[in-house]
């Protein structure tokens, strides 16, 4: 990976870039307020230099840990962004004690589910009318990081 990104914790100044980002990727994004209460522990910020290009927030507890929300601008979409956030923030977590990685996506977003089984998630169950705008169901994946494949 190019030199010039990387990651870091998320903070509060990069709630501006966030949410655009949010906007940009997502017909239902979240709301700004959201933002602040996923902060910490586990909201990394990719960057590209000093510009915000992409997020992921995790939530849970102890081994397991949920990834709530994940995006990288569109204009670095395509470029293998995504799975490096991704695999590298799961690493860091793993390093900290977390062994098992869930997360929900539209069973329409074949371009993330092909990245979630990439990296070794699988399908685990569906949440029936679990989004709207469009209204659609959410695939369940999950996985261990030992079967961590990138």
């Known amino acids: 990976m190019d030199n010039a990104y990387s990651i870091r914790l998320s903070c509060e100044d990069d709630f501006d870039a966030i949410e655009e980002i949010e906007h940009q990727v997502y017909s239902n994004p979240w709301p700004p307020e959201a933002f602040s209460r996923m902060l910490f522990p586990w909201a990394f910020t990719l960057l590209y230099g000093k ?4 997020y992921i927030f995790y939530c849970g507890v102890k ?3 949920v990834i709530v929300n994940f995006a990288v ?3 670095f979409q395509g470029k293998g962004l995504g799975e490096y956030l991704l695999t590298e923030t799961m690493r860091m977590m793993n390093k900290n004690g977390v062994q098992r990685f869930y997360l929900d996506v539209r069973i ?3 371009k993330a589910r092909r990245l979630y089984e990439k ?3 699988q399908e685990i169950g569906i949440r029936k ?3 709207n705008n469009p209204d659609e169901d ?3 994946m999950g996985m261990e990081f030992n079967d ?3």
């Open 148 to 150: 961590i494949r990138v």
């Open 119 to 121: 990296v070794g998630f």
């Open 73 to 75: 601008k569109p204009d």
């Open 51 to 54: 510009e915000v290009i992409g």
């Open 63 to 65: 081994e397991e840990m």
């Open 138 to 140: 959410a695939l369940v």
């Open 108 to 110: 329409s977003n074949y």
């Open 129 to 131: 009318q679990y989004y």
